[in-house]
């Protein structure tokens, strides 16, 4: 964890806990009361007692989990919780995790409920307080359990009951605690959104605080508290929209003490690192450094034909390269880095969660580094990446940049890296860019690229046999890339996209479309 986060210090008067109890929607939950203009710090299921205090909340929500609260290995939180005079709201797993603790009777359900289930309201106060509920016996709510509360706790009312007579909601009025059997949090739960804001608003006593502006303003005093009055950070720019949100960031809050290194490693887009380069001198008041490091990046990739073995090479390189040229700068103490949090989740960094892919901006630093890392968007999703962005006036031409990977174009060329296949992938992304952005859909898509496959078939050029490449053009639409849906692009466009490809790269025998969506895919090929 970046240092960044351990500084509790900052603008910010009111903050809602939220502990991961390893629920697939943990996050989506933080995202809505932030979207309620409320500030979401997320905790593991685990956290002290002390450690939830210092966060001085207004609140905590228990998150689902796919355990059940009856397992010998169940997660369970600190009970000194329940004594510490602050509201709770308990979402699926986290209403079991309260009601046993408490004193109810869980146990496992006659039925499951799994998807949209009908819900009657016993009482609308507080949080089914709102014209999304006027129909108190036609609500439905995105179930997802087979555990239910038999009897709630000493104290507690039921609030709410599903079609089927099992326990929806229950409320102690008097400790403020609250139980929801229904994920508020999916669009799949109609008024849900408000359900949540009624515990923000009503039970919690909150204001709509927390805006694109007061993070920052708060980015900017945890920045300048860490860091001091006479140091200098380092920041590793990759010239995608994080890492230069984090650079202006960074150049708000120290000026010229910030000092941002470009490393380029060769595997960006057509004319990409020549366009940021330019971007940023001319954006930024902190001393900028172009490291110009493509030629020793090919070499290290030569042969490699693993993805995660390319991924590992390309960030052992990228942070070897980067050190060199920080560490010749002088004394300097703290590095800042653009991690944002599905990068965090994808490596496995968060507790209970698989490794998909590494990135190599999340971990994996060596000790020796000698720098305090700073991260300052760890926690934020890409679409909250660019609201910050342009609340700091980045140009559109950074902001509207589609996600990139890290290790560039190498993990978008299928098998062994090189010079040869990394030009005709570039020809190949740019023309595939090109018409999106000529047919008016760049907005309409979270990402779109070209992948060159290790597949070569026969094809027919110049009225002979041409045995070449295939190109595999993949675009998504997306919220926050946590899922992705293949996009439906026109016929017409793919048409066009084609014959460019193929009529002015000669090496390309054809081109086919992706349309796997993610999951069970993910949105990159490796």
């Known amino acids: ?78 009970q000194a919780i329940y004594e510490g005079g602050i509201p709770i709201l308990g979402i699926c797993y986290g209403m079991h995790l309260l009601a046993g603790d408490l004193g ?6 006659s039925r499951s409920e799994f998807g949209r289930t009908s819900f009657s309201i016993e009482e609308p106060e507080p949080l089914f307080k709102d014209d999304s509920f006027s129909d108190l016996n036609f609500c439905s ?76 303003d708060d980015s900017v005093a945890k920045i300048r508290n860490i860091v001091g009055e006479d140091q200098k950070v380092v920041c590793a720019l990759s010239g995608g929209v994080d890492s230069s949100v984090v650079a202006f960031l960074l150049d708000k809050a120290l000026g010229d003490r910030a000092i941002f290194i470009f490393v380029d490693h060769g595997l960006l887009r057509l004319d990409e690192a020549a366009e940021v380069a330019r971007l940023y001198r001319e954006g930024l008041q902190g001393q900028f450094i172009h490291v110009d490091a493509a030629d020793r990046f090919l070499e290290r990739l030569d042969g490699v034909i693993d993805p995660e073995e390319k991924r590992r090479i390309i960030g052992n390189e990228f942070i070897a390269v980067f050190k060199e040229k920080a560490l010749s700068l002088g004394d300097i103490a703290y590095l800042a880095q653009g991690t944002i949090y599905p990068d965090v989740i994808e490596s496995g960094s968060v507790q209970g969660s698989a490794v998909i892919k ?28 660019r609201l910050v962005g342009a609340e700091l006036g980045l140009p559109d ?8 990977p890290g290790p560039g174009l190498a993990v978008r060329i299928i098998g062994a890296v090189s010079a040869e296949k990394l030009d005709l992938l ?19 898509l979270w990402q779109y690229f070209a992948v060159l496959t290790d597949v070569k078939v026969v094809g027919v050029k110049g009225d002979g046999r041409h045995y070449g ?14 899922t992705a849906d293949w996009a439906r ?19 390309v025998a054809r081109v086919v479309y992706d349309i796997t969506s993610k999951p069970p895919g993910t949105i990159e090929w490796e």
């Open 104 to 109: 109810g009777e869980v146990k496992k359900g």
């Open 358 to 385: 590494s990135h190599h901006n999340v971990g994996g630093l060596p000790e020796e580094l000698g720098f305090e890392l700073i991260e300052p968007i760890r926690e934020l999703f890409k679409d909250e990446v």
């Open 141 to 216: 709510g995105w179930m997802s359990h087979q555990d239910e509360v038999i009897n709630p706790p000493p104290g507690f009312n039921v609030l709410a009951r599903s079609e089927n007579k099992t326990v929806a909601a229950i409320g102690d009025h008097r400790r403020k605690i609250y139980g929801l059997q229904f994920h508020p949090e999916v669009v799949h739960t109609p008024g849900g959104e408000n359900v949540l804001k009624n515990f923000l608003y009503r039970v919690c006593g909150c204001s709509e605080t927390w805006t694109v502006r007061s993070f920052i």
């Open 397 to 404: 031409t950074i902001l509207k940049r589609q996600p990139f």
């Open 469 to 482: 490449p295939v190109i595999a053009l993949r675009a998504v639409v997306s919220e926050d890339a946590m």
């Open 489 to 507: 692009l026109r016929d017409d466009l793919l048409e066009k996209v084609s014959a460019r490809i193929t009529g002015e790269i000669p090496a």
């Open 1 to 78: 964890m970046g240092h960044f986060l351990e500084d509790n210090t900052g603008s910010l008067s009111e903050k809602v806990v939220l502990l991961d109890f390893g629920g697939q929607y943990s996050m989506l939950i933080a995202r809505r009361i932030r979207e309620a203009g409320v500030y979401c710090e997320m905790l593991p299921y685990n956290a002290s007692w002390e450690r939830i205090r210092s966060f001085n909340p207004a609140g905590i929500i228990f998150s689902g989990s796919p355990a059940s609260i009856y397992e010998e290995n169940a997660p369970r939180c600190d």
């Open 426 to 444: 570039q020809q190949a992304d740019a023309i595939f860019r090109n018409e999106i952005i000529k047919a008016g859909m760049n907005d309409q």
